[in-house]
């Protein structure tokens, strides 16, 4: 039923083609699906938008994935050498996934989120996206909920498209701040005097540290989460006094007891035990994005579209709009149960078949005319763009 009746297959053409007639940025257009019992297929691709609805509706995948823009298309991949197969461009994505957050998340684990921790989308949305716009000076950016867990950013500006690896590479080192796995305790280490972009980060991060890590997380209610808060500070000494404040006055307000860490760690610094900026750093340690590195570095990696189905939960993965993602709620969003249900109720109520597309009878409509409203801004700038090279190339 989504397939057939509710999937956006028009706008989303035009999304990954920049043009309403069919490019190379389509055609050559690697698509992945999976079908059910794990059935993978890669490599498929598509003269146009009507060849993939039809291919989409015929094989009802549970996951669809996107991939690179390749020399060759990729139907045809068996008949050229390896070398003549080579990925050319892409959109720059990135993918934060909440379970990149479970040491430091304490209402849930793996696959579930709750609105309590799904602050951390939030503040990762806010960060990346600032950073990507301030920094690198990217406009055409869309956030897209994955569907159950997480999140992806695409940067559909053509300068991102044509990123090579190592670009990609030094653009998500740039963003990258948190280093080492489970075995290290202090994973940010960040020099006394900011970079202007992670002054802005921290700002973010600031506004949201006490609801979320506070608050939400409870992190220092009990002292099995505030141990591993405290095994940061890099003076035992500091630590056993704010330890034995903190262990002496358990059922004081958290704002209270991040007072006291503040107060000895800065006590500590000036008499120079130590010259660090910690009490900013666990800030940014158990806030600050944390991103999955390799889906950004490798042009040819895939990731899940937009507007599929997640097989799981069965929500669908629509775009999130950044000035009002604090208020997305991923456990409302429309899903195979209820978009069926919304259906059906509205054409028991509107009997008279009136041509009305599908979509707009449910609550998928705000977000596919969000994506609509993306996609004609974005085959706007493609336009204009070319035109300006139009008019540059007259000149001479």
């Not at 993306?374 to 300006?388: A, H, P, Y």
Request: charged content about 30%; overall charge neutral.
């Amino acid at each position: 039923m989504f397939y057939n009746r509710l999937f956006p297959f028009k706008t989303y053409f035009q999304w990954l083609n920049y043009d309403t007639t069919p490019t190379r940025s389509f055609t050559h257009r690697e698509f992945s699906f999976t079908l059910l019992n794990d059935i993978y297929i890669r490599f498929k691709s598509f003269p146009n938008a009507d060849e993939l609805k039809k291919e989409i509706e015929r094989i009802q995948p549970v996951k669809i994935d996107i991939g690179a823009i390749y020399a060759v298309r990729p139907n045809d991949k068996k008949t050229v050498s390896e070398k003549a197969f080579r990925p050319l461009e892409k959109e720059l994505v990135f993918d934060i996934d909440m379970t990149d957050y479970d040491e430091v998340r304490t209402c849930c684990s793996g696959g579930d989120v709750c609105m309590l921790c799904w602050e951390f989308m939030t503040v990762a949305i806010k960060v990346i996206d600032t950073a990507l716009r301030d920094d690198f000076g990217f406009e055409q950016i869309m956030w897209v909920y994955s569907g159950r867990r997480g999140v992806h950013c695409w940067v559909c500006d053509e300068s991102a498209r044509k990123l090579d690896n190592d670009s990609r590479k030094a653009i998500v080192s740039f963003l990258d701040i948190i280093k080492g796995g489970a075995q290290v305790d202090r994973k940010v280490k960040l020099p006394p005097i900011l970079h202007p972009s992670l002054k802005r980060s921290f700002d973010i991060v600031n506004a949201h540290f006490d609801t979320l890590i506070l608050s939400n997380m409870g992190i220092l209610d009990k002292s099995e989460t505030w141990n591993k808060l405290l095994a940061i500070i890099p003076d035992a000494e500091v630590r056993e006094k704010v330890e034995s404040q903190w262990t002496s006055h358990p059922n004081k307000p958290a704002a209270e007891k991040w007072g006291i860490l503040e107060k000895e760690v800065s006590k500590a610094e000036k008499k120079k035990k130590f010259k660090d900026e910690v009490a900013r750093d666990i800030k940014f340690q158990y806030c600050y994005p944390r991103l999955d590195v390799k889906v950004t570095t490798a042009i040819n990696h895939l990731l899940k579209s937009p507007f599929c189905v997640h097989p799981k939960t069965l929500r669908v993965c629509v775009p999130i709009k950044v000035d009002e993602c604090q208020n997305f709620n991923p456990l409302t969003v429309p899903n195979l149960t209820s978009l069926n249900q919304e259906l059906e109720d509205y054409n028991k109520q509107h009997p008279d078949p009136a041509r009305l597309a599908d979509y707009k009878k449910t609550s998928l409509k705000p977000y596919i005319e969000y994506f609509e409203k993306f996609v004609n801004g974005m085959i706007l700038d493609v336009t204009r763009s070319k035109r300006d090279e139009a008019e540059r190339s007259m000149e001479f």
